[in-house]
T-cell receptor
Framework: AQRVTQPEKLLSVFKGAPVELKCNYSYSGSPELFWYVQYSRQRLQLLLRHISRESIKGFTADLNKGETSFHLKKPFAQEEDSAMYYCALRAGGFKTIFGAGTRLFVKA | KAGVTQTPRYLIKTRGQQVTLSCSPISGHRSVSWYQQTPGQGLQFLFEYFSETQRNKGNFPGRFSGRQFSNSRSEMNVSTLELGDSALYLC????????????FGQGTRLTVV
């Protein structure tokens, strides 16, 4: 079965501290993985995708097929990073499955 | 270009009624997906349409249905509404090809009373 697990519903860190949002997936094929973000009163939008191996707003995510993980990391959190983050797996064409989401709160 | 547009933005319905939500994808996008977003369950996949055909379906009862028109616009219908159907319904469109991102609309907030 295809599944995305985000074990933390809420993650609270201080500004300047490192942050890691965990994501584990279950999929028998070759996964396409994404991180989406939803800022307050804004629509859900793409943050980054694993295939690009890019850093967006200081965030990076590495696909670890052995651990079936795609954790999102940032070395120094900023207050404007406070948002809801969703890990997503695209499997079987265009069906995209989302995790339950992690709310990141960056304290001043 | 214009983003994904969902109408209406807000709806209040009573139990037992039926409701139709509309989604206009980004021009050129042929894939449209629907999701139900609730605080407790997060984003749950409802179904996905491509070229007027439903290609994928999530684990929702048959009261939830949808369709896509030749211009790629999509509608979602929920019949015999229940209180638990209260949620934000999100529509997303995407182009073809691997690793393409989904572009989301603002959603329709449905409240069932």
């Amino acid at each position: 079965a295809q599944r995305v697990t985000q074990p933390e519903k809420l993650l609270s860190v201080f500004k300047g501290a490192p942050v890691e949002l965990k994501c584990n997936y279950s999929y028998s094929g070759s996964p396409e993985l994404f991180w989406y973000v939803q800022y307050s009163r804004q629509r859900l939008q793409l943050l980054l995708r694993h295939i690009s191996r890019e850093s967006i707003k200081g965030f990076t995510a590495d696909l670890n097929k052995g651990e079936t993980s795609f954790h999102l990391k940032k070395p120094f959190a900023q207050e404007e990073d406070s948002a809801m983050y969703y890990c997503a797996l695209r499997a079987g064409g265009f069906k995209t499955i989302f995790g339950a989401g992690t709310r990141l709160f960056v304290k001043a | 270009k214009a983003g994904v547009t969902q109408t209406p933005r807000y709806l209040i319905k009573t139990r037992g009624q039926q409701v139709t939500l509309s989604c206009s994808p980004i021009s050129g996008h042929r894939s449209v997906s629907w999701y139900q977003q609730t605080p407790g369950q997060g984003l749950q996949f409802l179904f996905e349409y491509f070229s007027e055909t439903q290609r994928n379906k999530g684990n929702f009862p048959g009261r939830f249905s949808g369709r896509q028109f030749s211009n790629s616009r999509s509608e979602m219908n929920v019949s015999t509404l229940e209180l638990g159907d209260s949620a934000l319904y999100l529509c997303a469109s995407s182009s073809t090809g691997p690793n393409t991102e989904a572009f989301f609309g603002q959603g329709t907030r449905l409240t069932v009373v």
